[in-house]
C-alpha cells in the first residue's frame, strides 16, 4: 500500500468503497514506522493497541453500514504534549518520561469521538522549547527530505511522520510558529486558527497567552477538516472563544476575492530582505508573482521589525514558561530524584534539576528574572507593551490589505546540530512567525518548491482575527491554481 | 550583565538545584538572552497598554456548582498514594532558613 502523500479524503473514501479495513491501514502504516522511524525518529511512543482498536470500531462501524466521520479510521500522529487518556505524554521530555495522562486533551477527546485513530505521539522538541526537536530528550527528528537536516520544531514529530507517509495528518501545537515552521520544513500544509479557536485545555503548557493548537496535513483540506473538529468553545480553557462552530472544510473556495472586491494581499518588506535566505525570497516571490497574475493586488506593507518581536517574544514566552514549568516539581507526578532531601523545596529543587533539560532550565530562570520585582518593569511589562503596539501595527496594515503574506521562514531546513551554543535559535529561526503569533492571528504555511538542495520552502499567509477561512482560502487557490 | 552570584539567586528562586560548577554555562546563556531584549529599549511605550492576552474575552464565569474531579484511584501514579487517597509530600514546614 503505498502510504506517502495520503489525505484524509482518500482513506475516508477508500474504507467507505471497502478497498481496505482501518485495520489494514493502520497496520500498513506500522509496518512503514517499523521500516523507517529508527532513523526519522517521528515518534516517541508507538501506540499500537489503542490504534487498532480504534481501527476496529470503525470496521464495525462500516460493516454496520453506520455513517463514520471523514477522519474515522485515518491514522494520525498527536504531539507528545496532548493528553491522551492512560498513555504517555512525555512532552518531549525526561522529566515526564513516565507520565501517564489521567484524561484527554479537549482535543484528543473530540478527535477521539470521530474514531480518530492516532498510531503514537510525536516527537517534539521538550515542553515545545525550539524549533528543531534537537531540544528533546527523546533525540531530534531529522527531516524526510534530508536526513542531515533538522525536521523543525517545536512539532517536528507530527511534521516528519506526515512528510514521511507514516500518518495521514499530524496534530501540533505553535506558540511561534511550531506548526508553520516544520509544516515549511518538511514541504506540508500547516495551520493553527486564531488564538482561542482550539481550547488548550490538556496541552502541556507552554507560553499560556500564545499557544494554540494546530494542524499539519498534505491538503488544505485536511487543515479545514481536522479544525472544524477540534475548534470551538470549551468550558474547561476560560480563553477558549464563545464563537459559532466553524465551517471551514465546507466553506473552502478556491477564489481571490476581498473585503472590498479585488483580494488585497500585503507584503511586509521586512520579510523579504537581506536577513532571509535567497533561495526562499526567490522562490516567495515567483509565488507572489502567481498570485498577482491569477488577480490578487499586491500592496508593499511596512510593518514594525521583526527584532521587536523577536525580543518581544523571548521576554513574554520564557516568563509564561517559568510560571507554568513551576508545577512540574515531581511532587505529584514528573520526575523524582534518587538523592533525598529533608524539606519538600529542597526535593523539588533536586528533581527539577534531573528533569528538565538545559533548555527549559534557561527559560525558566529567565522567565523568573523577567518577572522579578525590579525587573519586571523593564522586561515583562516593557515586552508587553511592545506587544501592544505590534497588535496596533497589524490592526493599521488590515485596513488596508486582507491578508498578509511572507516567506515562512527565514531559511530552509538547517544541519543537524544547528541549536549548539545557540540559545536564542528558536526565537531567530522563528522571527517571521513570532509577530502573528504575538497577535494570536489565523495562520497557514503552505509548499511553494525547494531550494538548490532539494529542500521546501514554505509560505505563509495570516489575516486579522476570525479571518480563518480567508486564510484557507488563499492557500487552496494557491494549492488548486498555481501549485507546480 | 549577570554574575554567577545572580544565577545562583534566579535557580534558587526558580528551585533548581543548579550545582556551582554549571552557574557559568547559564550565567553565559541568561545574559545572551536578556541581550536579545535589549532592542526594546528603542521603542517608545509611554502610555501604552500592556497586552496580556490578545482577544479580549474577560471573566468567564460558570455556575458555582460542583462537578467530579479526576479519580484518582482509577489512574497508574507511583506518587500517589492509593490507600489513603493523597500525594505524599516531604516536610514543608520549619527547619529551613
Redesign the interface.
Given at each position: 500500500m503505498d502510504l506517502t502523500k495520503k489525505t484524509i479524503q482518500q482513506v475516508h473514501q477508500d474504507l467507505i468503497k471497502k478497498k481496505y479495513t482501518a485495520v489494514e491501514i493502520t497496520e500498513a502504516y506500522f509496518e512503514e514506522i517499523s521500516q523507517k522511524d529508527s532513523e526519522i525518529n517521528a515518534f516517541i511512543n508507538l501506540t499500537k493497541t489503542e490504534a487498532l482498536a480504534q481501527a476496529e470500531v470503525v470496521d464495525q462501524k462500516i460493516a454496520r453500514g453506520e455513517q463514520i466521520s471523514l477522519i474515522a479510521g485515518v491514522p494520525a500522529a498527536l504531539k507528545d504534549n496532548f493528553n491522551w487518556l492512560s498513555t504517555k505524554t512525555t512532552a518531549g521530555s525526561n522529566m515526564l518520561k513516565d507520565y501517564v495522562s489521567p484524561y484527554n486533551a479537549t482535543v484528543t477527546e473530540r478527535l477521539l469521538q470521530h474514531d480518530a485513530v492516532f498510531l503514537g505521539k510525536a516527537n517534539m522538541d521538550a515542553f515545545a522549547h525550539g524549533s528543531s526537536t534537537e531540544t528533546s530528550d527523546f533525540g531530534v527528528t531529522k527531516n524526510p527530505y534530508n536526513l542531515d537536516r533538522v525536521a523543525g520544531g517545536s512539532s517536528g514529530g507530527s511534521a516528519a511522520a506526515v512528510a514521511a507517509g507514516l500518518a495521514t495528518y499530524g496534530i501540533g501545537s505553535e506558540t511561534a510558529g511550531s506548526v508553520r515552521g516544520p509544516a515549511a520544513w518538511c514541504g506540508l500544509y500547516g495551520f493553527a486558527p486564531t488564538y482561542g479557536r482550539i481550547s488548550r485545555y490538556g496541552v502541556v503548557a507552554m507560553g499560556s497567552s500564545l499557544d494554540r493548537p494546530g494542524v499539519l496535513a498534505n491538503n488544505v483540506e485536511d487543515c479545514a477538516i481536522v479544525t472544524d473538529l477540534i475548534a470551538g468553545l470549551d468550558e474547561h480553557d476560560a480563553t477558549s472563544i464563545p464563537e459559532a462552530p466553524t465551517n471551514y472544510f465546507e466553506n473552502l473556495t478556491a477564489e481571490l476575492k476581498g473585503k472590498n472586491g479585488k483580494l488585497r494581499l500585503g507584503l511586509p518588506k521586512q520579510f523579504i530582505d537581506e536577513r532571509i535566505q535567497p533561495d526562499t525570497v526567490k522562490k516567495v516571490m515567483e509565488a507572489v508573482e502567481k498570485f498577482k497574475v491569477a488577480g490578487a493586488e499586491i500592496v508593499e506593507v511596512d510593518l514594525l521589525d521583526p527584532k521587536f518581536s523577536i525580543a518581544v517574544y523571548t521576554i513574554i514566552c520564557r516568563s509564561e514558561v517559568s510560571s507554568n514549568l513551576a508545577r512540574i516539581d515531581g511532587i505529584r507526578y514528573g520526575h523524582v530524584s534518587a538523592q533525598t532531601a529533608a524539606q519538600v523545596l529542597d526535593q523539588i529543587s533536586l528533581n527539577r534539576y534531573e528533569g528538565l533539560g538545559n533548555e527549559a532550565k534557561q527559560r525558566s530562570m529567565t522567565g523568573a528574572y523577567a518577572l522579578s520585582a525590579g525587573y519586571y518593569d523593564a522586561y515583562y511589562k516593557k515586552a508587553q507593551q511592545v506587544r501592544t503596539l505590534i497588535i496596533e501595527d497589524f490592526n493599521r496594515v488590515f485596513q488596508d490589505v486582507d491578508l498578509i503574506i511572507g516567506p515562512t521562514m527565514p531559511t530552509t531546513a538547517p544541519k543537524l546540530g544547528v541549536t549548539a551554543n545557540d540559545p536564542l535559535f528558536g526565537e531567530t529561526a522563528d522571527m517571521l512567525t513570532e509577530p502573528s503569533a504575538l497577535a494570536g492571528l489565523p495562520c497557514i504555511s503552505f509548499p511553494v518548491g525547494v531550494d538548490s538542495e532539494g529542500l521546501p520552502i514554505g509560505m505563509q499567509a495570516f489575516g486579522p482575527q476570525f479571518a480563518e477561512q480567508s486564510v484557507l482560502n488563499l492557500a487552496y487557490f494557491y494549492q488548486q491554481n498555481l501549485a507546480e | 550583565m549577570?554574575t554567577d552570584s545572580d544565577?545562583k539567586k534566579?535557580?534558587?528562586?526558580?528551585?533548581?538545584?543548579?550545582?556551582e560548577s554549571e552557574l557559568p554555562k547559564?550565567t553565559s546563556?541568561?545574559n545572551?538572552?536578556?541581550k536579545?531584549?535589549?532592542?526594546?529599549k528603542e521603542?517608545d511605550?509611554s502610555g501604552?497598554?500592556?497586552?496580556?492576552?490578545?482577544?479580549g474575552?474577560e471573566n468567564?464565569l460558570?455556575e458555582d456548582e460542583v462537578k467530579p474531579g479526576?479519580d484518582?484511584q482509577?489512574?497508574?501514579?507511583?506518587?500517589?498514594n492509593k490507600t489513603i487517597s493523597a500525594?505524599e509530600?516531604?516536610?514543608?514546614i520549619g527547619?529551613?532558613e
Open positions: - | 549577570l544565577t534566579i535557580a534558587a528562586l526558580i528551585k533548581i538545584a543548579i550545582p547559564y546563556q541568561l545572551t538572552v536578556l536579545a531584549a535589549d532592542v526594546l521603542v511605550t501604552v497598554k500592556p497586552t496580556a492576552q490578545t482577544h474575552l468567564i460558570r479526576l484518582m482509577k489512574y497508574p501514579n507511583k506518587q500517589f500525594f509530600v516531604k516536610q514543608v527547619g529551613g
